[in-house]
């Protein structure tokens, strides 16, 4: 198997694991978290789980707590893989996601003109 083929099996296997261990995790029924993408380190020891949060106002609440959710992750992975050497997990908002949406937003205006 290449190794494109095994690093998108991996951000897939991340990406959907994250996302619903998140939803199963959420504290509060006041916001909605949506992973979104998933950056991997290219020695595969540091991977960064991306998210929005709706309503934004709830971001930082949001990404605190899945912040002290990395562990609770980490052995998730491990119990759920076979990777020999199960890496460093982080959370983070999507800032991405976010000025996608908001050039969405510009372009619809601009069409409406």
């Known amino acids: 198997m290449s190794d494109e083929i095994r690093d998108r099996k991996i951000e897939t ?23 979104t993408n998933v950056n991997i380190t290219k020695n595969h020891q540091y991977v960064t789980i991306l998210f929005t949060v709706l309503p934004e106002e709830y971001e930082k609440n949001a ?29 983070d908002i999507d800032k991405r996601e976010k000025y996608r949406q908001k050039m969405d937003i510009l372009i619809q205006k601009a069409n409406k003109m």
């Open 63 to 91: 990404l605190k707590h899945a912040r002290t959710l990395r562990g609770d992750f980490r052995d998730l992975v491990k119990s759920r893989s076979q990777m020999k050497i199960i890496p460093t997990f982080d959370f």
């Open 13 to 35: 296997f991340y990406l959907e694991l994250a996302a619903k261990f998140l939803v199963e995790n959420s504290a509060s029924p006041y916001y909605m978290i949506t992973v």
